[in-house]
């Protein structure tokens, strides 16, 4: 099935390190998000862009919708030892069904 | 109260077992979908629901069904459980009413078959 390409897999940071992932595709999107899982938990919902060239902040959090529509990044400043979790992206369809592709997930490990 | 709530959280059954995972939300959307997440795999979509009574197969279908009886409720069974069913499942909802629309998930139920 589709997937987004999503990088680093995984990433060991010192805490207080800035943090960047990305992730690409093949199609177009309406819609990027990032999520946030921990362990034994669900996707919680981080950021959401809705705009092609859209760059929005939550916090330490700032997301960024490619201006071609195929790729969007996350950014973390400042790591603190509770950013550990799974990050996910994912990309909303235009084909008309509304399905959710899903990356394959950036594991970041914070060293205290 | 969770938004999404996902019973049972941690499942073990035997392998060829008739299994019902249950999804329910308060969030009143209504769109429904069901997850399976693997390692290194991320999540891959089992079966959707965009309405009471609508089904629609996702990429990984094989060996799942689902019910969509009621707009709030979104159940997904395994006729017959074998081991490569083992995974975490994540039940989502959406809604249809906004242009731009957000996935909110369950907590997951942890599913062993052995």
């Known amino acids: 099935g589709q997937q987004l390409n999503q990088s680093p897999q995984s990433m060991f940071i010192q805490e207080g390190e800035d943090v960047s992932m990305n992730c690409t595709s093949s199609?177009?999107?309406?819609?990027w998000l990032w999520y946030k899982q921990d362990p034994g938990e669900g996707p919680v919902l981080l950021i959401a862009?809705?705009?092609?060239?859209e760059l929005t902040s939550n916090g330490r959090l700032t997301a960024q919708f490619g201006i071609t529509r195929k790729d969007s990044f996350l950014n973390i400043s400042a790591s603190i030892p509770s950013d550990v979790g799974i990050y996910f992206c994912a990309g909303q369809s235009t084909s008309g069904t509304y399905k959710y592709i899903f990356g394959t997930g950036t594991r970041l490990k914070v060293l205290a | 109260d969770a938004d999404v709530t996902q019973t049972p959280r941690n499942r073990i059954t035997k392998t060829g077992k008739r299994i019902m995972l249950e999804c329910s939300q308060t969030?009143?959307?209504?769109?429904m979908y069901w997850y399976r997440q693997d390692p290194g795999l991320g999540l891959r979509l089992i079966y959707y629901s965009f309405d009471v009574k609508d089904i629609n197969k996702g990429e990984i279908s094989d060996g799942y069904s689902v019910s969509r009886q009621a707009q709030a409720k979104f159940s997904l069974s395994l006729e017959s459980a074998i081991p490569n069913q083992t995974a975490l499942y994540f039940c989502a909802t959406s809604d249809s009413r906004r242009m731009n629309t957000e996935a909110f998930f369950g907590q997951g139920t942890r599913l062993t078959v052995v």
């Open positions: 862009l809705y705009k092609a060239g």
């Open positions: 969030k009143g959307h209504d769109r």
């Open positions: 199609s177009i999107f309406n819609t």
